[in-house]
């Protein structure tokens, strides 16, 4: 408990750092982390989603171990919000493939691309094999939260009679493929509430009863879990998801597939193409040096080695699930066919 609530601590220290110079602006630029120079080349990691959020925090840890392990390069997270990423994707696919920046290229943001560039679902104004993929630095369980009021019995029953409303990413996100799937196959109705910059404030609109449920990962509700104002309900894996802990002890919770496959789920629907690969990885423009990505995917291993950094993965409960390189390419390319065939259920 100790290590995560200090790791916790030194990440949000670094999310009010940084809102406290550029203001916190959504939708736009909201500026550098106040990241401890240590005389190397500047290179930014540019985050496509709002400070505080999973993926905010995560890349701002890796540019702090990665600046303490080697002092070449120094790594600082730029937040670039808008469209639930598209927005620093597209200024990322159109930089010049020279230009030394990171980018958090999320699963999520591949499935819209390529469900935008199939079928139309939405305008997608960048190409994502402009990206390629380091290696994985985020591998997330989608867990569905609700208030402690509600449980999942009652959720699948007012889909089915009402709909329910959800947050937890924009439309087509990976978060609404994976929950709106499911829902689907029940027969009931989903309606994703957008326009949340992140998973705190996702997590926030259920709090406010502004919908039903919310699809997020393990840090963004793990205090409020503890605490008792937020349950976890339903795991998007084939396994029982362990480690959180509530106030009457610890919670096992159940899955969409598998022996741990929630009892309240129909049991003759097989659930498992609403499991989908969650969070993402670090990648370079695809015209980049061989010899810095090459670098890239070396250092990312050594943060990887490091306690700070996976110790820090382990305590927030997300999972250390690593591929590099041309795997780490061929293992986005798979989700996002497996995102395809849960689009099809959806529609």
Same mark, same amino acid.
């Given at each position: 408990?100790?290590?995560?609530?200090?790791?916790?601590?030194?990440?949000?220290?670094?999310?009010?750092?940084?809102?406290?110079?550029?203001?916190?602006?959504?939708?736009?630029?909201?500026?550098?982390?106040?990241?401890?120079?240590?005389?190397?080349?500047?290179?930014?990691?540019?985050?496509?989603?709002?400070?505080?959020?999973?993926?905010?925090?995560?890349?701002?840890?890796?540019?702090?171990?990665?600046?303490?392990?080697?002092?070449?390069?120094?790594?600082?997270?730029?937040?670039?919000?808008?469209?639930?990423?598209?927005?620093?994707?597209?200024?990322?696919?159109?930089?010049?493939?020279?230009?030394?920046?990171?980018?958090?290229?999320?699963?999520?943001?591949?499935?819209?691309?390529?469900?935008?560039?199939?079928?139309?679902?939405?305008?997608?104004?960048?190409?994502?094999?402009?990206?390629?993929?380091?290696?994985?630095?985020?591998?997330?369980?989608?867990?569905?939260?609700?208030?402690?009021?509600?449980?999942?019995?009652?959720?699948?029953?007012?889909?089915?009679?009402?709909?329910?409303?959800? *947050?937890?990413?924009?439309?087509? &996100?990976? +978060?609404? @493929?994976?929950? %709106?799937?499911?829902? /689907?196959?029940?027969? !009931?109705?989903?309606?994703?509430?957008?326009?949340?910059?992140?998973?705190?404030?996702?997590?926030?609109?259920?709090?406010?009863?502004?919908?039903?449920?919310?699809?997020?990962?393990?840090?963004?509700?793990?205090?409020?879990?503890?605490?008792?104002?937020?349950?976890?309900?339903?795991?998007?894996?084939?396994?029982?998801?362990?480690?959180?802990?509530?106030?009457?002890?610890?919670?096992?919770?159940?899955?969409?597939?598998?022996?741990?496959?929630?009892?309240?789920? *129909?049991?003759?629907?097989?659930? &498992?193409? +609403?499991? @989908?690969?969650? %969070?993402?990885?670090? /990648?370079?423009?695809? !015209?980049?040096?061989?010899?810095?990505?090459?670098?890239?995917?070396?250092?990312?291993?050594?943060?990887?080695?490091?306690?700070?950094?996976?110790?820090?993965?382990?305590?927030?409960?997300?999972?250390?699930?690593?591929?590099?390189?041309?795997?780490?390419?061929?293992?986005?390319?798979?989700?996002?066919?497996?995102?395809?065939?849960?689009?099809?259920?959806?529609?």
């Amino acid at each position: 408990m100790k290590k995560r609530l200090a790791a916790l601590f030194l990440a949000a220290a670094l999310v009010i750092s940084t809102l406290a110079g550029c203001g916190g602006a959504k939708g736009g630029n909201e500026g550098s982390a106040e990241a401890p120079a240590n005389g190397g080349e500047t290179v930014k990691i540019i985050c496509g989603y709002g400070a505080g959020g999973t993926a905010d925090l995560l890349a701002r840890k890796y540019a702090e171990v990665a600046n303490h392990i080697q002092d070449k390069y120094n790594f600082v997270v730029e937040n670039m919000t808008g469209g639930d990423g598209f927005a620093a994707a597209t200024f990322f696919a159109d930089e010049d493939a020279n230009t030394k920046d990171l980018l958090v290229f999320g699963y999520g943001l591949c499935y819209r691309h390529d469900l935008g560039k199939t079928y139309q679902t939405e305008e997608v104004d960048f190409d994502r094999k402009a990206m390629k993929p380091v290696g994985t630095i985020d591998d997330r369980t989608w867990i569905l939260y609700t208030t402690p009021d509600q449980t999942l019995a009652g959720i699948l029953e007012k889909a089915k009679t009402e709909g329910i409303k959800m *947050s937890g990413g924009n439309p087509l &996100s990976d +978060c609404h @493929l994976e929950l %709106g799937s499911l829902i /689907a196959l029940e027969g !009931g109705k989903l309606t994703v509430v957008s326009g949340y910059e992140g998973g705190a404030e996702q997590k926030q609109g259920l709090i406010n009863g502004e919908v039903d449920v919310f699809v997020g990962t393990t840090q963004a509700a793990q205090d409020e879990v503890e605490a008792g104002t937020l349950i976890p309900i339903l795991a998007f894996n084939d396994k029982a998801f362990e480690g959180f802990k509530t106030p009457n002890g610890d919670l096992s919770v159940p899955t969409v597939t598998g022996e741990a496959k929630a009892p309240e789920l *129909s049991a003759d629907i097989d659930f &498992s193409s +609403c499991i @989908l690969p969650a %969070g993402g990885t670090l /990648a370079v423009h695809a !015209g980049a040096d061989d010899a810095f990505y090459n670098e890239m995917i070396d250092l990312m291993k050594k943060v990887w080695a490091e306690e700070d950094y996976a110790g820090w993965i382990e305590s927030i409960l997300l999972n250390n699930f690593q591929v590099y390189g041309d795997e780490a390419q061929a293992f986005m390319d798979d989700a996002c066919t497996k995102a395809l065939t849960a689009y099809e259920n959806l529609k």
